[in-house]
Antibody, heavy 118, light 108 residues
């Protein structure tokens, strides 16, 4: 079946970087966008950006430009999201999701918890 | 940026009742690009409705969406116990994609 499987939980110190992976299966990876969405503890959903696996094109939320990078490796159907210069308020669960112009975000990864603490 | 406001932070109803959740946009949204999600505790969001009124695959027909312009509604016709959780609206026609802050549906 169609699924996205994310890498495991991370604990980082302030100022460090984190890279999360999102492996797609059950569909053609290059046929859809991959979006990243985060959710702070007890908070709502915040869209971070998307990557087009076919071309590598990206579109980041304005507030994250300069410190988020989304990449992909089509040979292993995997997307990556790297966040730099982590702060305590980056503590959140990070989700990847398959994006479609019609269906929006129809398949989600299980989430990766990132804890930023000194 | 289009701001989505879900006016009810919490809605208290009983199983079997009808739930109406609303979402208002700060500017007009193309209804082809409006969605609703359900999120259970500790789980990823699940797509319920896309294109404002189309049910996603596997979603029971007690869930329906409507609306256009700046006002959108998610209706659950007869609440089941598993429906008591959090719901988010989303627009995806304009960048950045934005979500409402969520409505929690709780058992009265």
């Amino acid at each position: 079946q169609v699924q996205l499987v994310q890498s495991g939980a991370e604990v980082k110190k302030p100022g460090a970087s984190v890279r999360i992976s999102c492996k797609a299966s059950g569909y053609t990876f290059t046929d859809s966008y991959i979006h990243w969405v985060r959710q702070g503890p007890g908070q709502g959903l915040e869209w971070m950006g998307w990557i087009v696996p076919k071309s590598g094109d990206t579109n980041y939320a304005q507030k994250l430009k300069g410190w988020v990078t989304m990449t992909r490796d089509t040979s292993i159907s995997t997307a990556y999201m790297e966040l730099n210069r982590l702060k305590s308020d980056d503590t959140a669960t990070y989700y990847c999701a398959r994006g479609d112009v019609v269906y929006s975000l129809d398949v989600w990864g299980q989430g990766t918890t990132v804890t930023v603490s000194s | 940026e289009i701001v989505l406001t879900q006016s009810l932070g919490t809605l208290s109803l009983s199983p079997g009742e009808r739930a109406t959740l609303s979402c208002r946009a700060s500017q007009s949204v193309n209804s082809n690009y409006f969605a609703w999600y359900q999120q259970n505790p500790g789980q990823a969001p699940r797509l319920l409705i896309y294109g404002a009124s189309s049910r996603a695959a596997g979603i029971p027909d007690r869930f329906s969406g409507s609306g256009s312009g700046t006002d959108f509604t998610l209706t659950i016709s007869r609440l089941e116990p598993e429906d008591f959780t959090v719901y988010y609206c989303q627009q995806y026609g304009s960048s950045p994609i934005t979500f409402g802050q969520g409505t929690r549906l709780e058992i009265k």
